[in-house]
């Protein structure tokens, strides 16, 4: 390979940082976890491991990131200070560049494509809405969870104003897809979705072959090289390394300081300009079109089947069928009760749902919240103040019980999908509250059926435990971020 290529090669590497809320509904708090001694739960020995290590060595200002939600709310209360380098980072390439290296995601790592078409919308207003509250400024991309996609998915951020996400090579419908160049993917009113691929080899490389990353500069000669030689000669070709960003020191020890030397020294000398995908969109443009392949993502080969049903990628996983299946009925009876009892006060109870991420970021009172969107002449009493309240807490709830993480792993016995149980029975609880529908005694006997496999463990146990403590605490429920009446 000529000099004269090698030089119009660039490099990117994204970093999708993220963990699963492990929060108790009831509390707010994060109980103890066992297996992170020696710190008090996993966010804490992450953020130890991880997410401070590598901002100390800068590499998120050099590499392309988002970061969940979710994991950014516990940090703001715990390392607000760790949360400000970040946003920093993406500032300088914004002064620098004209274009930030940091991009959004849904907010609470939803499977989108097996989720309805208002969750879709929420998911990904919520998303953008914490994005910019935080960074001030729009997100061009997305990290989508589990890179999980559809066409429905792709309008939806297309039309709340996302151009380009990141996908797997095997999610492109094009025959002979060439993942050193991005695509374009033609939707309605003449709008397209920018996807750049990343490098398969290259991301498992780095996420599961601990040898191979523990030299940047031989990485560099032995991977890195040998890929780009791989692909079609394409002018302007971008090379994309893809993986969970706690690689980068916790899942592999040390491997932020590789990181570091990578994209500071390794790759530069060896002629790849270190760019992220808005910054080479502005240099070059996408001009290649190309097909999707819908309901695939990039931790399951069997498209989306790991988060509701039975493939091989988990052992004795029969049980997630009808734990997706409860918790999509139920879901369906929580939206009819929000819907037919917010209708009495909004014209538009479900702009008035995506709104509420205000009032979950502190950017609204309550009271201004219900202002902004209740029916004209209205007044409201305080009773009435204490339902709306009760109905959107539910929502919020509505939302969370739907972590991926929950169907990720192969049994029930571990804390994500009791988590989300929790938050189930957490949504079914407030709406009661609510509306004096009571839909426990469905809940109850439906997950009956959702049993662990490797101890005495159903999903109708701890939804019963938690449907206990909510009403033992009953109205003096600690309930998420205060809301102003």
Request: hydrophobic residues 40%.
């Amino acid at each position: 390979m000529s000099e004269e290529i090698l030089l119009s090669s660039s490099l990117c590497v994204h970093g999708h940082f993220y963990q699963p809320p492990r929060e108790d509904p009831l509390t707010g708090d994060i109980p103890q976890e066992k297996g992170a001694e020696p710190f008090h739960d996993w966010n804490e020995r992450i953020f130890a491991e991880s997410y401070l290590p590598n901002l100390e060595a800068g590499n998120f200002s050099l590499m392309s990131y988002n970061v969940g939600p979710t994991l950014l709310t516990w940090m703001d209360q715990i390392y607000p200070q760790a949360v400000a380098m970040l946003i920093e980072a993406d500032r300088q390439n914004v002064a620098r560049h004209g274009v930030g290296n940091a991009i959004a995601q849904p907010y609470n790592h939803t499977i989108l494509p097996l989720a309805t078409h208002e969750d879709k919308i929420t998911q990904i207003a919520w998303g953008i809405a914490d994005f910019k509250q935080r960074f001030g400024r729009a997100p061009q991309g997305m990290w989508l969870p589990e890179t999980a996609v559809d066409m429905d998915v792709f309008e939806i951020m297309a039309q709340q104003g996302i151009t380009f996400t990141i996908l797997a090579p095997w999610q492109g419908a094009e025959e002979n897809l060439n993942p050193s160049q991005p695509y374009r993917v033609a939707l309605s009113d003449n709008r397209f979705m920018n996807v750049f691929f990343y490098e398969a080899e290259l991301s498992m490389l780095v996420s599961f072959d601990p040898t191979a990353t523990s030299n940047a500069d031989l990485f560099v000669q032995n991977h890195l090289k040998r890929m780009d030689q791989k692909f079609p000669l394409v002018p302007n070709r971008i090379l994309t390394i893809a993986s969970d960003g706690e690689l980068y020191g916790h899942h592999q020890p040390n491997r932020e300081k590789f990181l570091a030397y990578l994209l500071q020294q390794a790759a530069p000398q060896a002629g790849y300009e270190v760019v992220y995908p808005a910054l080479w969109m502005k240099k070059y443009g996408v001009d290649e079109s190309m097909l999707l392949q819908e309901n695939t993502s990039w931790s399951c080969h069997h498209g989306v089947s790991r988060w509701n049903g039975t493939c091989t990628c988990t052992e004795n996983a029969s049980w997630k069928t009808t734990f997706r299946n409860v918790f999509d009925s139920l879901a369906t009876d929580l939206d009819k009760i929000y819907l037919s009892q917010s209708a009495l006060y909004f014209n538009n109870p479900k702009a008035a749902k995506n709104g509420f991420i205000k009032v979950i970021k502190d950017q609204r009172t309550f009271h201004d919240f219900l202002m902004e969107f209740i029916k004209p002449g209205m007044e409201l009493s305080k009773e009435e103040k204490n339902k709306l309240h009760f109905l959107f807490q539910a929502q919020w709830e509505r939302q969370r019980m739907f972590t991926s993480c929950a169907w990720f792993f192969d049994d029930f016995d571990r804390i994500e999908p009791q988590n989300n149980v929790a938050y189930l029975a957490q949504a079914i609880w407030l709406t009661w509250q609510a509306s004096g529908i009571d839909l426990s005694a469905k809940a109850e006997k439906a997950l009956s059926d959702v049993k662990s496999n490797r101890r005495s463990l159903s999903a109708d146990s701890v939804f019963l435990n938690h449907w206990k403590r909510a009403n033992a605490y009953g109205f003096k429920l600690k309930q998420g971020p205060p809301f102003v009446l």
